[in-house]
């Protein structure tokens, strides 16, 4: 049973450009959360995707965008990348059918924009 | 808004010691999780230990306990008989359940050393 898959492991960017992230969640999972955790501090919440909706929004920019596909994986767009994105993204996956709540991760992206 | 606060940058431990992690956090909600996620060097997120608040016996998973005081919202996280491979980042974290909300505020992390 596949965990949580991301692609690509590490992404150099420039500033400016555009930068898209792909996830796979653990089979059986219908909801996908994005996360970003910058160097030495915990993850932040960005979005998650629920029946290919944005169901909850966290405290990030329109430039930050996100898709969910029927079968249940995820898209992450970042737009006119600023050096302060780069990051390590983490993608969580877990069921609204599931008798708890858990979150699995994805062992996330490393982003760097120059 | 919520709030999860980690007081230990770093921490160390001899092995086969014990080893306690601090987590404060601050919400008006009475009904929520609590959460502590281990994230090793090779930077995949691994749940150690989940607590319901509206549960007064402390979770317990093999080795790892915690202690969890609701009125202190304190929630801390207990590591016996420590291993190398306990070496990681440690996170707290909370949720309010629901509506099929899944939505984690982490705090910044202890980064423990198990030292042989």
């Known amino acids: 049973d596949a965990g949580v898959t991301q692609s690509p492991t590490h992404l150099i960017k420039t500033r400016g450009q555009q930068v898209t992230l792909r996830c796979s969640p653990k089979?059986?999972?219908?909801?996908v959360s994005w996360y970003q955790q910058a160097l030495g501090q915990g993850p932040q919440f960005i979005f998650q995707?629920?029946?290919?909706?944005?169901?909850q929004r966290g405290n990030f920019p329109d430039r930050f965008s996100g898709h969910q596909f029927p079968n249940y994986s995820s898209e992450l767009n970042v737009n006119a990348l600023l050096l302060g994105d780069s990051a390590l993204y983490l993608c969580?996956?877990?069921?609204?059918?599931?008798?708890?709540?858990?979150?699995?991760f994805g062992p996330g992206t490393r982003l760097t924009v120059t | 808004a919520q709030t999860v606060t980690q007081s230990q940058p770093e921490m160390s431990v001899q092995e086969a010691e014990t080893v306690t992690l601090s987590c404060t956090y601050d919400t008006s909600e009475n009904n929520y999780y609590l959460f502590w996620y281990k994230q090793p060097p090779s930077r995949q997120m691994i749940l150690v230990i989940r607590?319901?608040?509206?549960?007064?016996q402390n979770a317990t998973e093999n080795r790892f306990s915690v202690n969890f005081q609701k009125a202190a919202k304190s929630f801390s996280l207990k590591i016996s008989d420590s291993q190398l491979g306990d070496t990681a980042m440690y996170f707290c974290?909370?949720?309010?359940?629901?509506?099929?909300?899944?939505?984690?505020?982490f705090g910044k992390g202890t980064k423990l050393s198990v030292i042989p």
């Open positions: 089979s059986g999972h219908d909801t």
């Open positions: 969580a996956s877990s069921s609204t059918h599931a008798m708890d709540d858990e979150q699995y």
């Open positions: 995707y629920y029946e290919e909706e944005e169901r």
């Open positions: 607590q319901e608040a509206y549960k007064q």
């Open positions: 974290a909370f949720m309010i359940p629901g509506a099929g909300s899944y939505q984690l505020t």
